[in-house]
Nanobody
C-alpha cells in the first residue's frame, strides 16, 4: 500500500475557502486516478470528488458541485481540492486516495472501497 499526504486543512468561517493538497510519498501520481473523500463524526465516509489519471475527467458529489474544484499538477506531483463557499456541513476529515487506473473517474465518482492507497487525512472545520 502506497502512502499519500494531505495538507491544507484548518478552521475557516462559513463562506470561506481552503485548498487541500494531496501528494504521494515516494512514488509518482502518473497513471493514478485520485479521489477525495470526507468523513464527519458519526457518519460514513463519502466521496467528494475524483479526477482521472489523464485529468480529462472529474466528478463531484452533488453537495459540493459548483463550490469545489479538483485539479492535478503533474509537474508538482500533487492533486488539489479547491473548496469555496464553505458551509458548516463541510466539516469533516478529508482524505485523498489513489488507484492506478486509466478508467477510474471517467464520469462518475468511484466508491472508497475501490481505492487501495490512502492518506491519513486533514481536518477541515467550518465554523464561526
Amino acid at each position: 500500500q502506497l502512502q499519500l499526504v494531505e495538507s491544507g486543512g484548518g478552521l475557516v468561517q462559513p463562506g470561506g475557502s481552503l485548498r487541500l493538497s494531496c501528494a504521494p510519498s515516494g512514488f509518482t501520481l502518473d497513471g493514478y486516478a485520485i479521489g477525495w473523500f470526507r468523513q464527519a463524526p458519526g457518519k460514513e465516509r463519502e466521496a467528494v470528488s475524483c479526477i482521472s489519471s489523464s485529468a480529462d475527467n472529474a466528478a463531484y458529489a452533488d453537495s459540493v458541485k459548483g463550490r469545489f474544484t479538483i485539479s492535478r499538477d503533474n509537474a508538482k506531483n500533487t492533486v488539489y481540492l479547491q473548496m469555496n463557499s464553505l458551509k458548516p456541513e463541510d466539516t469533516a476529515v478529508y482524505y485523498c486516495a489513489a488507484e492506478r487506473s486509466y478508467y477510474y473517474c471517467s464520469g462518475n465518482l468511484v466508491p472508497f472501497e475501490l481505492y487501495e492507497n490512502w492518506g491519513q487525512g486533514t481536518q477541515v472545520t467550518v465554523s464561526s
